[in-house]
Every structure is written in C-alpha cells, then in structure tokens.
C-alpha cells in the first residue's frame, strides 16, 4: 500500500478518536444525570452536579468541533453557529408560549442536513449546554439534542430530503427515538415538568392510570414526534428554497446529494468518485 494512500488514513485517525471521545462523554454525561438523578441541577449552573454536566457536555461538543472542524467547509463552519442561535431563539420563544412542541432542533437538523451527522451532532450538543447557562431545564437534554443531529444527518445522508414527503416520515422517526431518550431525564430529575402544553398531555396519561415514567415517555413520544415532523419539514422547505448552488458550498450536502441534485462535475451515472474527507463516515 503507498504512502499515498496511508497519509489520509493517519490524518483521519485523531479526526475519528475526537469524535468518539465527544460522542462517549455526551452518552457517559447523559448516564450521569440518568443514574445520578441530580435534582439541584433545576436550580441553576452553581452546584457540582450542574457543573459536571455542562462540562460533560460542553467538553463533549468540543471534542465533535475539534473532530470535524478539519473536515468542514467555510460555509459549514457558518452555519454552525446559526443553528446554535436559532435553537435557542426559537426554543426559548416556544416554551415561552407554553407550546406542546418544542421546535429547538431547527437550526440542529438544517446543519445536518447541510453539513452532515457529526456537524448536527456538535451543534445539538452545543445549544442545549450553552443554553442551560440561563435555562437550566435545557442542559441535561443536550445528550438527546446532540443524538438528533446525529439522526438527522445519516437521513439527510441516505435520501430523507430528497423528496420533501419523505422529510415527515423521517421526522416522526426520529422524533420518537428523541422522546425515548428524553423521557426518563425529564422524569428523574424535573418530575417530568414541563411547559403547559406538555404537562398536559401528561395529565390526561396520568388519569388514564399510567405511572409517571409511563405517562411522560407517551408525552414524549406523541409531542417529540410532532415536533420532529413540523422541524424537518421547515428544514425541508428552507434547503430546498436555497439556491442549488449555495447548497453546493456544503461539501456534505454535495457528495451525498442530500436533495437528488447533480453537481455540474458528477458524471450521469453517480455520485463524483472522489469522496472528500468531509463526507465521509458520519461527518
């Protein structure tokens, strides 16, 4: 084998190693906060266990930038933090209004879908944890947000978007993955309190004669679903309203041909033979 082909190789090797340490702490953090049931973490950042989970998942979501940073585009790097800022915007405002969905993982799935898993996967990591700096209720959902990037970017990568009724389907999916995931946080450490509408939801389980874990993984699983559905079809309709030739920026979004597009360089019979670093694995 020539040194050629061993070189990309070993520049991928720490790539990959970052990736899996983010990857592992996040999961590790999400353990922690399952097993724990730290409840002082509702009060704010100021107690240890508040501290061990921001920086659990902080450190976590570095450790992704720092694994796909060399692999991403300028135009990968911007949207990044878009995605952090319209998480937390549009979040804030929807659990302000006490809504039934939460529609936080906007800017985390259009990354995504534009810049692959890890990219989705860093960006959720990142918004829920910079985010319980002032709204401690959304810092130990960062595990599931950084796991609903990652989803969103293997379905982007294997054709979820590529027609806009499959971008629903592929919502609901992973959507109810998120509600499993998010359920027993939400249970053990807030009593599964949650905006007006969700509780709700959880009241109406609970007088049917669920127990509350029961009855907050329902919630989770009907609101959860909901939302993904309506945030990936808004993603779908964003991406698809881009100019072909700003989606072409995102070296993901071409190799892969997340929307069915043809890069003016790919031959008619398949996607470009070279694979760039940046699209491949679950970058």
Not at 120 to 149: E, Q, V
Not at 164 to 189: E, I, K, N, Q, T
């Amino acid at each position: 084998m020539s040194s050629l082909t061993l070189a990309p190789t070993a520049r991928q090797r720490p790539r990959r190693l970052l990736i899996g340490l983010g990857g592992a702490l996040i999961a590790a953090t999400y353990l922690f906060l399952v097993t724990v049931q730290p409840v002082e973490i509702a009060g704010g950042v100021g107690s240890a266990a508040s501290l061990v989970t921001l920086f659990g998942f902080l450190g976590g979501g570095a450790l992704l930038v720092g694994g796909i940073l060399p692999m991403l585009s300028t135009s990968s790097l911007v949207v990044m933090p878009l995605g952090i800022a319209l998480n937390i915007a549009i979040g804030q405002i929807a659990g302000s209004l006490g809504m039934q969905i939460y529609l936080d993982a906007i800017g985390t799935v259009l990354v995504a879908v534009l810049a692959g898993p890890a990219a989705g996967a860093a960006t959720g990591a990142l918004s829920n944890a910079i985010w319980g700096l002032f709204n401690p209720f959304a810092l130990p959902f960062a595990a599931g947000a950084a796991l609903i990037g990652l989803l969103a970017g293997l379905a982007a990568r294997y054709g979820a978007f590529r027609r806009v009724y499959l971008a629903p389907a592929a919502g609901l999916v992973v959507g109810a993955v998120g509600g499993l995931v998010a359920a027993p946080v939400a249970v053990f450490m807030f009593g599964a309190a949650g905006t007006f509408g969700t509780n709700a939801i959880i009241a109406v389980f609970r007088s049917m004669g669920d127990k509350l874990l029961v009855a907050a993984t329902k919630q989770g699983l009907l609101s959860d679903s909901l939302d993904k559905i309506v945030v990936f079809v808004i993603v779908a309709l964003i991406v698809y309203a881009l100019p072909p030739r700003a989606v072409r920026q995102f070296p993901f979004a071409r190799t892969h041909r997340v929307l069915g597009q043809r890069t003016a360089s790919e031959p008619a019979g398949g996607p470009a033979a070279t694979v760039r670093g940046d699209g491949a694995g679950i970058a």
